[in-house]
């Protein structure tokens, strides 16, 4: 069968990024363009202002991205295009570059949610192996998501308030991190130890998780320290804090490993990145027989290369647009 190369683009929050993919698997080259030192003096994503960079950004980007793989528009054979969820503005600059190509170099247009492309990260890593479990952890999703086969998705559970990276990066606003706090929460937690007294959320029989309350419990602890004169320990707030997150993840995971007779399991989304969590999953999955993927960490955060390997596995189980497609600041993963 003849190769298929694949233009991903990924623009549904602060990064900036386009990838070229060969057959789903093999990375010919990215580019991503990050925002980050921009957004870290407003604490967090301005959204006017990332759409703003997207627009600035984008041709450079793609021109920056034909370079480094020696190709041009005619080399590629489809246009991959997160279509949400995200922030419509930052998302609509993406849709708005992807139709564009599409229509000029009369390439197939394809859509892709965000999240495919964070479990498709993994098939730049390993083949998946079906049926599996994709433990999907990002700075907007906490989700287990059961696949029989490429491209259909089964949802057990999620958040039923903040997603975890969310509840990282608040957290660490309150112990006075730059954003995004979740990378420097991990650093710290390596060099703590868990002597804060935090409550596991929703630690019950379902599949959901719950992270709002976690949050509040931090917040809490610290006000309440701080009126006791008391200074915060804040490596060990961070350990403590991990543990419980991490925690919350793995126990869930759990259950649906064995409810469900999973044998594979892959962790998607930015905080696939963490440290803690790397671990404890790699720990979970050895005492119960079952495989484990996880994302080379230039793959856990936002780029195009995700967008393109899903896109692929997409384009295959026939999901072509035409130039109606409309980008969603929200949308369920099916
Ligand atoms: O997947 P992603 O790039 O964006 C979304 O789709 O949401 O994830 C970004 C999130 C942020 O909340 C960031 O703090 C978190 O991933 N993150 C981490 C780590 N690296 C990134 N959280 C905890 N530990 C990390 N090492
Ligand atoms: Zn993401």
Redesign the pocket.
């Known amino acids: 069968m003849k190769d298929m190369y694949i233009l991903g683009i990924e623009s549904?929050?602060d990064?900036t990024s386009i990838s070229i993919v060969k057959n789903g698997r093999e990375e010919i080259a990215t580019i991503i363009s990050s925002q980050i030192d921009i957004h870290k003096d407003y604490g967090g994503v301005v959204p006017e202002i990332a759409s703003r960079q997207h627009v600035k950004n984008i041709t450079f980007v793609l021109e920056e991205c034909l370079n480094k793989a020696n190709m041009t528009m005619d080399d590629i054979d489809a246009i991959a295009i997160t279509y949400g969820p995200?922030l419509i503005g930052s998302l609509l600059i993406g849709l708005e570059a992807a139709k564009t190509l599409s229509f000029i170099y009369n390439k197939p247009l394809i859509p892709v949610h965000?999240i495919a492309g964070?479990i498709y990260a993994n098939s730049l890593v390993n083949e998946l192996q079906f049926p599996l479990l994709a433990v999907v952890v990002?700075?907007?999703?906490t989700e287990l998501i059961e696949m029989d086969e490429h491209y259909k998705f089964t949802k057990l559970g999620g958040t039923l308030d903040d997603?975890?990276?969310?509840c990282?990066?608040k957290v660490?606003r309150v112990i006075g991190l730059e954003y995004?706090?979740?990378?420097k929460?991990?650093k710290l937690a390596k060099i703590g130890k868990p002597t804060y007294k935090l409550p596991i959320p929703l630690h019950d029989d379902s599949y959901n998780f719950s992270f709002s309350g976690l949050k509040s419990a931090v917040i809490n602890l610290v006000h309440n320290e701080k009126q006791r004169g008391n200074e915060i320990r804040k490596e060990d707030l961070a350990t403590s804090f991990q543990k419980t997150a991490v925690e919350s993840i793995t126990s869930k995971t759990k259950k649906a490993i064995i409810d469900r007779k999973i044998k594979n399991v892959i962790i998607a989304?930015?905080?696939a990145?963490?440290?803690g969590?790397r671990e404890a999953m790699t720990k979970l999955t050895t005492e119960l027989g079952v495989n484990l993927s996880i994302p080379s960490m230039k793959y856990?955060?936002?780029n195009g290369a995700m967008i393109a390997a899903a896109g692929y596995y997409a384009y295959k189980n026939g999901r072509i647009a035409d130039l109606s497609l409309n980008s969603k600041s929200q949308d369920t993963l099916k």
Request: net charge negative; aromatic share 4%.
């Open positions: 549904s929050c990064e995200g965000h964070h990002s700075g907007g999703h997603a975890i990276g969310e990282y990066d660490a995004p706090g979740g990378p929460i991990d989304g930015g905080v990145a963490n440290s969590l856990c955060t936002d």
